[in-house]
């Protein structure tokens, strides 16, 4: 199990860029994909990007493709979005999460959780 948190999140402009973090605790950080997932008010949580376990794959919503960049630091125990263009629909909170393997997209099939960040984007 590995405890997470979010940080980073914020009011923004469209066409604005954020930058959000997530810092794991333990010594184990290496051995989880991570993902972000986002879960705008009365919709269901759903999948941003994701990465595995030595950075070298990552995925996309399509949604996000092309504005959104996840990339991980194993020294430091943090994962993070850049999220750049940024659109009134993307206002959610914004969830990481880990699992020891890279793929699904389902958020069921993610163990362990932040407690999220707001994102909000103005128009």
């Known amino acids: 199990q590995v405890q997470l948190v979010e940080s980073g999140g914020g009011l923004v402009q469209a066409g604005g860029s954020l930058r959000l973090s997530c810092t794991a605790s333990?010594?184990?950080?290496?051995?989880?994909?991570m993902g972000w997932f986002r879960q705008a008010p009365g919709k269901e949580r759903e999948f941003v990007a994701a990465?595995?376990?030595?950075?070298?794959?990552?995925g996309y919503a399509e949604s996000v493709k092309g504005r959104f960049s996840i990339s991980r630091d194993n020294a430091k125990n943090t994962v993070s979005l850049q999220m750049n263009n940024l659109k009134p629909e993307d206002t959610a909170v914004y969830y990481c999460?880990?699992?020891?393997?890279?793929?699904?997209?389902?958020?069921?099939?993610?163990?362990?959780w932040g407690q999220g960040t707001q994102v909000t984007v103005s128009s």
């Open positions: 999460a880990a699992r020891l393997v890279f793929g699904p997209i389902t958020p069921t099939m993610w163990g362990d």
């Open positions: 333990g010594r184990t950080f290496s051995r989880y994909a």
């Open positions: 990465i595995s376990r030595a950075g070298d794959n990552t």
